[in-house]
């Protein structure tokens, strides 16, 4: 079997992470949700030009966290007489909330389906975060000059898992939606969002993420791998502090971002899938979360397999969702 690039599997299997956690990490998270569930969400449902027999497909907006419109595909049964399952989906990196057509497997099986598009990226969303410092590109240091400067709040991924857990609540709260059987799945950033959505979002039974992003920052630096999805945290240092005079400030800020640190507030029972070969999300920076996870949970190895699409996993998250 190849060896992974990263630490030996056994060391990754107890490995718990190296980005520092802010002291008041579970402070700023609780604001944040008092902000979020303060915020009326003025949810517009508006039909979408996609439509196939028995099935209701929506353009779903919702007011966010500082005012942004927020934008998710919703699709449902046309008829349901009694409430059902939902599956909440999350996109990769700069994508989108993909095609209505990849969707339809679920709500052949009677469920609802909501699939955010996230800030700024490349979906219908809206980005009206005002920074100061770096928008060039990278959502990952959005904000961090504020939150050095004492305004983490500014950080941009704290809106966008103040999402997650929004959508979750706006579908949970649907009179249609059993809000005890709701399952969370997404891929790289996705599978970051997936974390953050069911640690802010207890209620949440399954969750399937899948090599998952933003997670142990400075693990991944040192490793030499801020790049491709990264590699923000490698243009930050070159344009805005060369001398790394403000490292150790750096990645306490990107803390509270960190979904290793939102861990241990997961109840859901999770399904991980994991390549070992990962480069642009290290096996360690995956471990780092999972280790923390205290509630039931199961990984799925794939030795010789990378950042790509993995053999049969989507066939056993699904499988696992029609158990909700």
Request: glycine share 8%.
């Amino acid at each position: 079997m190849p060896l992974s690039f990263d630490f030996p599997l056994t060391q990754l299997k107890t490995y718990a992470g190296i980005n520092p956690c802010p002291r008041d990490f579970d402070e700023f998270w609780e604001a944040g949700l008092r902000e979020m569930q303060s915020t009326e969400s003025k949810v517009e449902l508006i039909p979408a030009d996609f439509q196939v027999p028995d099935v209701e497909c929506f353009h779903l907006y919702f007011t966010g966290v500082g005012g942004a419109r927020v934008h998710a595909k919703l699709l449902r049964p046309s008829q349901a007489d009694k409430p059902h399952p939902a599956v909440l989906m999350f996109h990769g990196y700069t994508g989108n909330a993909g095609d209505w057509s990849d969707k339809l497997a679920y709500v052949a099986q009677g469920y609802t389906v909501a699939a955010l598009d996230c800030r700024g990226q490349g979906g219908l969303s809206e980005d009206n975060s005002s920074v100061i410092g770096n928008t060039y590109h990278g959502q990952i240091i959005r904000g961090l000059d504020d939150a050095i400067n004492g305004k983490p709040e500014k950080l941009l991924f704290r809106q966008i898992f103040l999402d997650t857990a929004q959508l979750a609540k706006i579908i949970m709260d649907m009179p249609d939606v059993d809000p005890n059987r709701v399952g969370a799945t997404g891929g790289s950033q996705g599978g970051a969002l997936t974390i953050a959505c069911i640690a802010l979002e207890p209620r949440i039974k399954i969750a399937a993420p899948y090599y998952p992003f933003l997670s142990d920052y400075k693990r991944v630096w040192e490793m030499d791998q801020a790049k491709d999805a990264y590699k923000e945290i490698h243009d930050y240092f070159r344009l805005f502090d060369p001398n790394h005079d403000r490292e150790d400030l750096v990645f306490e800020m990107l803390g509270y971002i960190d979904v290793q640190n939102l861990a241990p507030r997961i109840e859901s029972h999770v399904l991980w899938a994991i390549g070992l070969m990962d480069t642009i999300c290290p096996p360690s920076s995956q471990f780092a979360v999972y280790n923390k996870i205290n509630s039931h949970k199961e990984m799925i190895i794939y030795p010789d397999f990378a950042h790509e699409p993995l053999p049969g996993l989507e066939d056993r998250i699904f499988q696992l969702f029609l158990k909700l």
